[in-house]
């Protein structure tokens, strides 16, 4: 069942049923995705796409949920809740869009209606996780109203750089 969030812009739950499509949508923006996000390289075939959605869709991390995003009737990338700390009340959200919709403010639009997603969680705080030179994500955690709050230095290499990982919260 689809979550409309605007006349152009609805989700519906990713399924392993998806591979050879999110494989093809990797591998057409795989340049772009890989900049910062580990797991491209190792999405190089329809299995490897469906391992990939198996390993979130089947994770044992509570209330995680798991989105295709569409707009304009076209699948463009992939939203989730990644987790829910049941302590602090802390969804930690993931995403990625394909090239050709960026600059649409798609994130900031989903992460608006949040509630819609997932009525029954009981969620406070939003917390991106952004790696310091992913400036675009940054800008959407930015942009969504949350604040910096702590750096994990040396996190990762990404784009052969070491680069620190960016908490960012945003209290609802």
Same mark, same amino acid.
């Given at each position: 069942?689809?979550?409309?969030?605007?006349?152009?812009?609805?989700?519906?739950?990713?399924?392993?049923?998806?591979?050879?499509?999110?494989?093809?949508?990797?591998?057409?923006?795989?340049?772009? /995705?890989?900049?910062?996000?580990?797991?491209?390289?190792?999405?190089?075939?329809?299995?490897?796409?469906?391992?990939?959605?198996?390993?979130?869709?089947?994770?044992?991390?509570?209330?995680?949920?798991?989105?295709?995003?569409?707009?304009?009737?076209?699948?463009?990338?992939?939203?989730?809740?990644?987790?829910?700390?049941?302590?602090?009340?802390?969804?930690? /959200?993931?995403?990625?869009?394909?090239?050709?919709?960026?600059?649409?403010?798609?994130?900031?639009?989903?992460?608006?209606?949040?509630? /819609? /997603?997932?009525?029954?969680?009981?969620?406070?705080?939003?917390?991106?996780?952004?790696?310091?030179?992913?400036?675009?994500?940054?800008?959407?955690?930015?942009?969504?109203?949350?604040?910096?709050?702590?750096?994990?230095?040396?996190?990762?290499?990404?784009?052969?750089?070491?680069?620190?990982?960016?908490?960012?919260?945003?209290?609802?």
């Amino acid at each position: 069942m689809p979550i409309h969030i605007s006349d152009t812009l609805y989700l519906t739950p990713l399924t392993k049923t998806d591979a050879e499509f999110i494989f093809d949508l990797v591998n057409s923006n795989r340049a772009q /995705l890989r900049e910062f996000l580990y797991w491209v390289d190792d999405v190089i075939c329809v299995d490897s796409a469906r391992a990939y959605i198996a390993q979130r869709v089947d994770s044992s991390l509570p209330n995680a949920h798991w989105f295709k995003v569409h707009f304009n009737n076209k699948t463009c990338g992939i939203f989730a809740i990644k987790s829910v700390c049941k302590e602090t009340y802390t969804a930690e /959200l993931g995403y990625w869009l394909c090239s050709s919709v960026h600059g649409n403010g798609l994130i900031n639009k989903i992460i608006e209606h949040l509630v /819609l /997603l997932v009525p029954s969680l009981q969620v406070e705080v939003i917390e991106f996780r952004c790696l310091e030179l992913n400036h675009a994500s940054i800008k959407v955690a930015l942009k969504s109203g949350a604040r910096f709050v702590q750096s994990i230095p040396n996190y990762m290499v990404a784009n052969n750089v070491t680069q620190s990982l960016n908490i960012y919260q945003l209290e609802l």
